[in-house]
């Protein structure tokens, strides 16, 4: 359909008295059987689906606003909206409202809607009484004129009736002309009642009359009045403001004299309901709600009458990044983009869709790539302001535009380190730039709203774009912060506190704390690219040298970028840990603080917990192996005893185990030997040695070398020899197998047997039988090769 008299868009209210778009089509009116009456149809252009299916109900109140707008209520809290491209189009429809009614199209009202506990008052009513008789407009009557108005507004039927007889009349300007003769005579008490009119005529809630009061001629008029509320010493100077101090900027020069006048109704209706007019009260909520749909509206109607103009657009950003415009003229220009992009939230979701493919075309990222490298404090943060608008629209749009950038320029002026180094920079004390910025770059790198498309492409490409060309410039004030730490510990041995890396000016500890806080995120949802890059640039051993910092939130971030590594239970990341004994200043950090029971205290403890409760093996043999003797006196908690018993448990296990395969049917005696020999020429019995003690790192084998060690020299008198190392409970050979004893002889350690080794590990009850058993095993070599190949 070519109609556009008929096109419209549909709009419902949504609980938070905000106007949602459901679509553009074009509206008839049809009988529908189903509903048995005259109703409005419309139907979306994109497809002929039905937008909107709405019975003409005699009992419903439509409303005509703006020439283009008829407002309707369906039911309790759901309030409809059509919004028509042309004024023909809307009369049409309004006049087939009131044919079906039967009310005169004159009218911009059909009917008011009554509440129950009135209808008894309305009935009573008589048929002539169309309008609530106002008295004549003159200077003595003021103070009666507004004890009228204001005792209307608890009566939805009496506000429409005093709402009809305003119009009927031109009372608003008769009004307003008694308010410049009060003001000329400086009638104090007559401005007073002015305001108390022109209050209550606003919370009327009548689109016909705001079109009358926020008309050129009369809308400084009614500000004027609103100037003089009687609760004030001094009236306020609003007329003043919005005509001296609020300059209306044409960056570039608006022709279009009906767009012109369209912004400077808006910015002033809106500077009377944000600031002239009070907050409202409870019973006062649904007052203004005209006004709010008022301003809507026109919105909406502004974005769109730039928006299809191109060539004021285009122009735009052109002068924008012309290397030619002065200064002033840009950072007007880059306002007047974040105005726009102010307004256009306004519009629904299909309409911003619209819009800000329409900047994209325009090159708004490329534009925005320039003014934000720009020393000027104010175009950044203008900027900045723009960029949150696209990230928040769209950030797959934006990672597509950052990925196309490698291919044509250096690291250096790629947008996203262009917002990383804004961040670094950010002179605010308060880094209230930063802290906005941070939040957009974990927008921009959350895999959660990449697009999860068949080849996953966005989140893989995306990662791999970020970890090679941007990670290293968010990363450079922490690595540079923490450059010295060798030196530094060489400095300060046994004193962790002090430490001159760590940075003692708070707003460069909190940029490192913003930071850390990003790389946090990293860890938790970058698996891959954030491992490869914490290994390859040790980057833990450096975020921990900040938990020497004075600044106990920033030692707070480094504990839970290490907290959140260790919660990933990843054995990649616990091998990293321990080789670099990575505990270590996490421990200096607990015992620096003391017996004070702060949110340090117990974040460690919690980490430790975490790691006990989890049964993390590595990590805890580590740490009791080398910290418990330190940690053992801290007793308020049962922590770190329950370290020590996990390590214990995980001991005993493993010696049992071992056991099992010293009484294992398959394996003779001297085999069992084998496995715990420790002679360098038994390659066999170091490999297997070696395979036990990896399944429990060095813990367990610095306690079965100690326990060798014990033994051999308890039995050294007796070492003269190989042969002479077999206890005398064993019997060497046969007689009658002299090869057998010769091998025997040279295979054998030099070190007693491993049953007497294991005594002190576990001493089970049937070892002697076994020892028997094994001597008849010993007389038959059948097994033996299997053994020692």
Same mark, same amino acid.
């Given at each position: 359909?070519?109609?556009?008299?008929?096109?419209?868009?549909?709009?419902?209210?949504?609980?938070?008295?905000?106007?949602?778009?459901?679509?553009?089509?074009?509206?008839?009116?049809?009988?529908?059987?189903?509903?048995?009456?005259?109703?409005?149809?419309?139907?979306?252009?994109?497809?002929?689906?039905?937008?909107?299916?709405?019975?003409?109900?005699?009992?419903?109140?439509?409303?005509?606003?703006?020439?283009?707008?008829?407002?309707?209520?369906?039911?309790?809290?759901?309030?409809?909206?059509?919004?028509?491209?042309?004024?023909?189009?809307?009369?049409?429809?309004?006049?087939?409202?009131?044919?079906?009614?039967?009310?005169?199209?004159?009218?911009?009202?059909?009917?008011?809607?009554?509440?129950?506990?009135?209808?008894?008052?309305?009935?009573?009513?008589?048929?002539?009484?169309?309008?609530?008789?106002?008295?004549?407009?003159?200077?003595?009557?003021?103070?009666?004129?507004?004890?009228?108005?204001?005792?209307?507004?608890?009566?939805?039927?009496?506000?429409?009736?005093?709402?009809? +007889?305003?119009?009927?009349?031109?009372?608003?300007?008769?009004?307003?002309?008694?308010?410049?003769?009060?003001?000329?005579?400086?009638?104090?008490?007559?401005?007073?009642?002015?305001?108390?009119?022109?209050?209550?005529?606003?919370?009327?809630?009548?689109?016909? %009359?705001?079109?009358?009061?926020?008309?050129?001629?009369?809308?400084?008029?009614?500000?004027?009045?609103?100037?003089?509320?009687?609760?004030?010493?001094?009236?306020?100077?609003?007329?003043?403001?919005?005509?001296?101090?609020?300059?209306?900027?044409?960056?570039?020069?608006?022709?279009?004299?009906?767009?012109?006048?369209?912004?400077?109704?808006?910015?002033?209706?809106?500077?009377?309901?944000?600031?002239?007019?009070?907050?409202?009260?409870?019973?006062?909520?649904?007052?203004?709600?005209?006004?709010?749909?008022?301003?809507?509206?026109?919105?909406?109607?502004?974005?769109?009458?730039?928006?299809?103009?191109?060539?004021?657009?285009?122009?735009?950003?052109?002068?924008?990044?012309?290397?030619?415009?002065?200064?002033?003229?840009?950072?007007?220009?880059?306002?007047? #983009?974040?105005?726009?992009?102010?307004?256009?939230?306004?519009?629904?979701?299909?309409?911003?869709?619209?819009?800000?493919?329409?900047?994209?075309?325009?090159?708004?990222?490329?534009?925005?790539?320039?003014?934000?490298?720009?020393?000027?404090?104010?175009?950044? +943060?203008?900027?900045?302001?723009?960029?949150?608008?696209?990230?928040?629209?769209?950030?797959?749009?934006?990672?597509?535009?950052?990925?196309?950038?490698?291919?044509?320029?250096?690291?250096?002026?790629?947008?996203?380190?262009?917002?990383?180094?804004?961040?670094?920079?950010?002179?605010?004390?308060?880094?209230?730039?930063?802290?906005?910025?941070?939040?957009?770059?974990?927008?921009?790198?959350?895999?959660?709203?990449?697009?999860?498309?068949?080849?996953?492409?966005?989140?893989?490409?995306?990662?791999?774009?970020?970890?090679?060309?941007?990670?290293?410039?968010?990363?450079?004030?922490?690595?540079?912060?923490?450059?010295?730490?060798?030196?530094?510990?060489?400095?300060?041995?046994?004193?962790?506190?002090?430490?001159? #890396?760590?940075?003692?000016?708070?707003?460069?500890?909190?940029? %490192?704390?913003?930071?850390?806080?990003?790389?946090?995120?990293?860890?938790?949802?970058?698996?891959?690219?954030?491992?490869?890059?914490?290994?390859?640039?040790?980057?833990?051993?450096?975020?921990?040298?900040?938990?020497?910092?004075?600044?106990?939130?920033?030692?707070?971030?480094? %504990?839970?970028?290490?907290?959140?590594?260790?919660?990933?239970?990843?054995?990649?990341?616990?091998?990293?840990?321990?080789?670099?004994?990575?505990?270590?200043?996490?421990?200096?950090?607990?015992?620096?603080?003391?017996?004070?029971?702060?949110?340090?205290?117990?974040?460690?403890?919690?980490?430790?917990?975490?790691?006990?409760?989890?049964?993390?093996?590595?990590?805890?043999?580590?740490?009791?192996?080398?910290?418990?003797?330190?940690?053992?006196?801290?007793?308020?908690?049962?922590?770190?005893?329950?370290?020590?018993?996990?390590?214990?448990?995980?001991?005993?296990?493993?010696?049992?185990?071992?056991?099992?395969?010293?009484?294992?049917?398959?394996?003779?005696?001297?085999?069992?030997?084998?496995?715990?020999?420790?002679?360098?020429?038994?390659?066999?019995?170091?490999?297997?040695?070696?395979?036990?003690?990896?399944?429990?790192?060095?813990?367990?084998?610095?306690?079965?070398?100690?326990?060798?060690?014990?033994?051999?020299?308890?039995?050294?008198?007796?070492?003269?020899?190989?042969?002479?190392?077999?206890?005398?409970?064993?019997?060497? #050979?046969?007689?009658?197998?002299?090869?057998?004893?010769?091998?025997?002889?040279?295979?054998?350690?030099?070190?007693?047997?491993?049953?007497?080794?294991?005594?002190?590990?576990?001493?089970?009850?049937?070892?002697?039988?076994?020892?028997?058993?094994?001597?008849?095993?010993?007389?038959?070599?059948?097994?033996?090769?299997?053994?020692?190949?």
């Amino acid at each position: 359909m070519s109609d556009t008299r008929r096109r419209v868009k549909v709009y419902t209210l949504n609980e938070d008295r905000q106007w949602d778009d459901r679509g553009t089509g074009h509206v008839s009116s049809t009988f529908v059987e189903r509903l048995k009456g005259i109703s409005l149809l419309v139907r979306a252009e994109s497809d002929g689906s039905l937008l909107l299916e709405s019975k003409i109900s005699a009992n419903t109140a439509y409303q005509k606003q703006q020439d283009t707008l008829i407002v309707w209520s369906e039911a309790d809290n759901y309030d409809l909206a059509l919004s028509f491209q042309e004024k023909a189009g809307c009369d049409e429809i309004w006049e087939k409202i009131c044919q079906v009614q039967g009310k005169d199209p004159a009218l911009d009202v059909t009917q008011d809607p009554i509440d129950e506990s009135e209808e008894e008052r309305f009935e009573e009513i008589p048929e002539t009484s169309h309008l609530v008789e106002l008295p004549p407009c003159e200077l003595s009557r003021l103070e009666e004129i507004a004890d009228l108005v204001t005792s209307v507004l608890s009566s939805p039927i009496r506000r429409e009736k005093l709402a009809l +007889a305003l119009m009927s009349e031109g009372y608003i300007k008769k009004l307003l002309g008694l308010f410049r003769v009060c003001e000329d005579l400086d009638n104090r008490e007559g401005l007073h009642h002015l305001y108390e009119i022109v209050r209550g005529v606003l919370f009327l809630n009548k689109a016909a %009359l705001f079109e009358v009061m926020f008309s050129d001629d009369c809308i400084m008029d009614v500000v004027g009045c609103l100037e003089y509320d009687p609760a004030l010493v001094q009236p306020k100077r609003h007329r003043e403001f919005l005509t001296k101090t609020a300059k209306f900027k044409e960056v570039i020069p608006i022709t279009d004299s009906e767009l012109r006048q369209k912004i400077h109704q808006t910015y002033r209706v809106q500077y009377i309901q944000d600031i002239i007019l009070p907050t409202p009260s409870v019973f006062e909520e649904n007052f203004l709600s005209t006004l709010t749909s008022f301003i809507f509206f026109n919105k909406v109607e502004i974005v769109s009458m730039l928006q299809e103009d191109e060539k004021f657009l285009t122009e735009v950003f052109a002068q924008l990044t012309d290397d030619a415009t002065e200064d002033s003229k840009r950072r007007e220009l880059v306002n007047f #983009v974040k105005e726009f992009c102010a307004f256009s939230q306004t519009l629904q979701p299909q309409n911003r869709d619209a819009f800000f493919k329409t900047l994209a075309n325009l090159g708004i990222l490329p534009a925005l790539e320039i003014v934000m490298g720009m020393d000027d404090l104010q175009v950044r +943060a203008a900027a900045t302001d723009i960029f949150s608008y696209l990230v928040e629209f769209s950030p797959s749009m934006v990672r597509e535009f950052v990925m196309q950038e490698p291919q044509q320029t250096d690291d250096d002026v790629l947008l996203i380190n262009v917002v990383i180094k804004q961040m670094i920079c950010d002179s605010d004390p308060e880094l209230g730039g930063a802290v906005q910025l941070m939040g957009l770059l974990r927008t921009l790198i959350d895999p959660e709203n990449m697009l999860a498309s068949s080849n996953k492409t966005e989140k893989t490409e995306f990662l791999s774009f970020f970890y090679k060309y941007c990670m290293h410039v968010l990363t450079a004030p922490l690595l540079a912060n923490t450059a010295h730490d060798k030196s530094s510990k060489e400095l300060q041995e046994g004193s962790t506190k002090i430490n001159p #890396v760590c940075p003692d000016n708070f707003q460069t500890a909190q940029l %490192l704390a913003l930071i850390l806080e990003l790389l946090t995120f990293c860890v938790e949802h970058h698996t891959y690219h954030i491992k490869t890059y914490i290994m390859n640039k040790d980057l833990l051993r450096r975020v921990l040298v900040l938990m020497n910092s004075k600044h106990t939130f920033l030692a707070l971030c480094a %504990l839970r970028f290490m907290r959140r590594i260790i919660g990933l239970k990843d054995e990649y990341y616990n091998r990293y840990i321990i080789k670099g004994n990575l505990f270590e200043p996490v421990i200096n950090a607990l015992l620096d603080n003391g017996t004070r029971y702060n949110l340090l205290n117990s974040a460690i403890i919690e980490l430790f917990e975490f790691i006990k409760v989890e049964d993390i093996k590595s990590l805890i043999a580590h740490i009791v192996d080398n910290f418990y003797k330190a940690l053992e006196s801290i007793e308020y908690v049962q922590t770190f005893k329950g370290l020590k018993g996990r390590y214990e448990q995980e001991k005993d296990r493993q010696s049992q185990r071992l056991n099992r395969y010293r009484r294992d049917a398959r394996s003779l005696d001297e085999d069992e030997e084998l496995w715990f020999n420790d002679d360098d020429d038994d390659d066999d019995g170091e490999a297997v040695e070696k395979r036990m003690e990896d399944d429990f790192p060095d813990s367990y084998g610095k306690y079965m070398e100690a326990k060798k060690g014990a033994a051999n020299g308890a039995n050294g008198a007796n070492n003269n020899g190989k042969a002479a190392a077999i206890p005398p409970a064993s019997p060497a #050979v046969t007689p009658n197998n002299s090869s057998a004893s010769s091998v025997k002889t040279v295979a054998l350690p030099a070190t007693p047997v491993v049953k007497t080794a294991l005594v002190g590990l576990v001493d089970y009850p049937d070892d002697e039988d076994e020892e028997e058993e094994d001597e008849e095993e010993e007389q038959s070599p059948r097994k033996r090769p299997r053994l020692s190949s």
